[in-house]
């Protein structure tokens, strides 16, 4: 007789292990942007907004690189987590896990964007982190993708472009390995009780930009990380419908 096939272990808001969070985005949170938007992502928050500068970094004058560029910051607000998380400028510097997160965003959108079709222009995508529960990164790159489009087009209408230099939709998404399952898109009590955490950073055509996965105390072998791989996938396509629905 064969051992019943053990169930999977229950999440804690009771969703089924390929499931995301509800997810929503309110555009248009910060009017002077250029384009903005707060995501909802489950009980992580963030906002969004992009500026546009009419002027590239020095170094691309200097080395006579052609059209524009993207840059991203990132930062916790201080009341975003359980305990006052205080402000990097009071601390002197900022710190190594934003300054690893602000660099993801920033490779993230210009994957998401032709350089040369921007003109001389640079980008700056602004993510702060409202409420953080899990998944802050993925829900910066998520809503900064939304941010972003909204500002292009809002460069179009103003005739300063005339064609739309995003190239692809990015989304991304968290993956892991919890009580032995492998979770899409998980809270912080998920993401702390990883055995493996990884992050998705994909474009609409299923390519990946970025691949970020970790032990934590432990190790994966080649079948759990293409499980993982394809639980992500999923997350991904309907992230990329969100964004589609949120940008009309
Ligand atoms: N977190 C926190 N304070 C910090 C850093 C992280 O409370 O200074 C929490 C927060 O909920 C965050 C989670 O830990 O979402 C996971 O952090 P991680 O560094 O894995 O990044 P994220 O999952 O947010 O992209």
Same mark, same amino acid.
């Given at each position: 007789?064969?051992?019943?096939?053990?169930?999977?272990?229950?999440?804690? *808001?009771?969703? /089924?292990?390929?499931?995301?969070?509800?997810?929503?985005?309110?555009?248009?949170?910060?009017?002077?942007?250029?384009?903005?938007?707060?995501?909802?992502?489950?009980?992580?928050?963030?906002?969004?907004?992009?500026?546009?500068?009419?002027?590239?970094? &020095?170094?691309?004058?200097?080395?006579?690189? +052609?059209?524009?560029?993207?840059?991203?910051?990132?930062?916790?607000?201080? =009341?975003?987590?359980? $305990?006052?998380?205080?402000?990097?400028?009071? @601390?002197? @510097?900022?710190?190594?896990?934003?300054?690893?997160?602000?660099?993801? !965003?920033? &490779?993230?959108?210009?994957? /998401?964007?032709?350089?040369?079709?921007?003109?001389? &222009?640079?980008?700056?995508?602004? %993510?702060?982190?409202? #409420?953080?529960?899990?998944?802050?990164?993925?829900?910066?790159?998520?809503? /900064?993708?939304?941010?972003?489009?909204?500002?292009? #087009?809002?460069?179009?209408?103003?005739?300063?472009? @005339?064609?739309?230099? !995003? $190239?692809?939709?990015?989304?991304?998404?968290?993956?892991?390995?919890?009580?032995?399952? /492998?979770?899409? *898109?998980? %809270? =912080?009590?998920?993401?702390?009780?990883?055995?493996?955490?990884?992050?998705?950073?994909?474009?609409?055509?299923?390519?990946? !930009?970025?691949? #970020?996965?970790?032990? +934590?105390?432990?190790?994966?072998?080649?079948? #759990?990380?293409?499980?993982?791989?394809?639980?992500?996938?999923?997350? !991904?396509?309907?992230?990329?419908?969100?964004?589609?629905?949120?940008?009309?």
């Amino acid at each position: 007789m064969s051992s019943p096939t053990p169930a999977t272990p229950a999440r804690a *808001d009771g969703r /089924a292990p390929d499931q995301i969070r509800p997810l929503r985005f309110q555009n248009h949170i910060a009017p002077y942007a250029t384009g903005s938007t707060l995501v909802e992502w489950g009980h992580t928050r963030v906002i969004c907004g992009v500026t546009v500068e009419e002027s590239v970094p &020095r170094w691309m004058k200097e080395q006579k690189v +052609e059209g524009g560029w993207l840059t991203a910051e990132y930062s916790m607000l201080p =009341y975003s987590t359980l $305990t006052r998380k205080p402000r990097d400028i009071s @601390k002197g @510097k900022l710190d190594g896990r934003s300054s690893e997160i602000q660099r993801l !965003i920033g &490779r993230s959108m210009r994957a /998401a964007v032709d350089l040369n079709k921007l003109g001389a &222009r640079t980008i700056c995508v602004d %993510c702060d982190v409202l #409420q953080a529960d899990g998944g802050t990164r993925t829900a910066a790159i998520t809503g /900064a993708f939304v941010a972003l489009s909204l500002a292009m #087009q809002k460069l179009i209408a103003a005739g300063k472009l @005339k064609e739309n230099p !995003i $190239t692809h939709g990015v989304a991304a998404v968290s993956v892991g390995i919890v009580g032995g399952a /492998a979770l899409l *898109d998980l %809270c =912080y009590t998920e993401d702390v009780a990883a055995a493996v955490d990884m992050n998705l950073v994909m474009n609409a055509d299923g390519e990946f !930009i970025e691949v #970020q996965g970790t032990g +934590e105390e432990a190790t994966f072998t080649e079948a #759990q990380l293409a499980a993982l791989l394809a639980l992500g996938k999923v997350g !991904i396509k309907q992230l990329l419908a969100a964004q589609k629905q949120a940008l009309g």
